[in-house]
């Protein structure tokens, strides 16, 4: 069947668009099956997610995205082992840990970067500023 994304609520009244896969279709109403994390992981220490057992109807106002497709990468999931998925790694050698510079930060080094060109120009001695001896 197709995978979807479900704007669903989950915690005090808060809503969220979660994946889940259409299992049947009647009519207007959709029977869907959500995906979500388990308690294990992978031997990378990855969380693995199952599609839940139950069921769950929902109108086609829920759908917030058709994703036209039956595979589980198009949700962001790759499957490790029958009905066993784990989040794609956009690549192996992607930094977890990596936390992007704040704009505070950077608005101090492009001062930094303008205090040093000017400094620069202090150093900057023009040709014409020396007589020349040969014109004598």
């Given at each position: 069947?197709?995978?979807?994304?479900?704007?669903?609520?989950?915690?005090?009244g808060?809503c969220?668009?979660?994946?889940?896969?259409?299992v049947?279709?009647?009519?207007n109403?959709?029977?869907?099956?959500?995906?979500?994390?388990t308690?294990?992981r992978?031997?990378?220490?990855?969380?693995?997610?199952?599609?839940?057992?139950?069921?769950?109807?929902?109108?086609?106002?829920?759908?917030t995205e058709?994703?036209?497709?039956?595979t589980?990468l198009?949700?962001?999931?790759?499957?490790?082992?029958t009905?066993r998925f784990?989040?794609?790694?956009?690549?192996?050698?992607s930094?977890?840990?990596?936390?992007?510079?704040?704009?505070?930060e950077?608005?101090?080094?492009?001062?930094?970067?303008?205090?040093?060109?000017?400094?620069?120009?202090?150093d900057?001695?023009?040709?014409?500023?020396?007589?020349?001896?040969?014109?004598?």
């Amino acid at each position: 069947m197709s995978l979807v994304k479900v704007w669903t609520e989950v915690d005090d009244g808060k809503c969220q668009s979660l994946p889940a896969k259409i299992v049947v279709k009647k009519g207007n109403v959709l029977v869907i099956k959500y995906i979500s994390p388990t308690d294990k992981r992978d031997t990378r220490g990855r969380r693995i997610f199952e599609y839940e057992d139950d069921t769950y109807e929902v109108t086609d106002d829920s759908i917030t995205e058709y994703l036209n497709s039956n595979t589980e990468l198009d949700l962001g999931f790759e499957e490790i082992s029958t009905g066993r998925f784990v989040k794609c790694d956009s690549d192996d050698d992607s930094d977890e840990d990596y936390v992007p510079s704040s704009s505070e930060e950077d608005s101090d080094s492009d001062s930094d970067e303008e205090e040093d060109s000017e400094d620069d120009d202090d150093d900057f001695v023009d040709d014409d500023d020396f007589e020349d001896d040969d014109e004598e």
